[in-house]
């Protein structure tokens, strides 16, 4: 089985940045996809942004130019740069981990962002 647990949430001002956290560990293959989702109050979770163990990248479209996903391979590690926050982003984001080699799909348990004057 996988775990994956996040961190590096909180509050922040509009226009302030955060840095997230999400370490992995567990029953990991090299070929995998790490992301981040988010979920706010009264909405459906989206996708936010995620990587391929290669390095390739899909972002949403709402958070391009403002959020920057990166991995560590080494450290089973992938981050998500916020910057330029806006109320907007105040949701509770999960790490998420999909692999070839194991038809489940894991969550974290979420990390609460808050974006707020």
């Known amino acids: 089985q996988v775990q994956l647990v996040e961190s590096g949430g909180g509050l922040v001002q509009p226009g302030g940045s955060l840095r997230l956290h999400c370490a992995a560990s567990?029953?990991?293959?090299?070929?995998?996809?790490m992301g981040w989702y988010r979920q706010a109050p009264g909405s459906q979770r989206e996708l936010v942004a995620t990587?391929?163990?290669?390095?390739?990248?899909t972002y949403a479209d709402s958070v391009k130019g403002r959020f920057t996903i990166s991995r560590d391979n080494a450290k089973l590690t992938v981050y998500l740069q916020l910057n330029s926050l806006q109320p907007e982003d105040t949701a509770v984001y999960y790490c998420?981990?999909?692999?070839?080699?194991?038809?489940?799909?894991?969550w974290g348990r979420g990390t609460q962002v808050t974006v707020s004057s």
């Open positions: 567990g029953r990991i293959f090299s070929t995998n996809t």
């Open positions: 998420n981990l999909n692999q070839v080699s194991d038809p489940n799909s894991y």
């Open positions: 990587q391929t163990n290669s390095g390739t990248t």
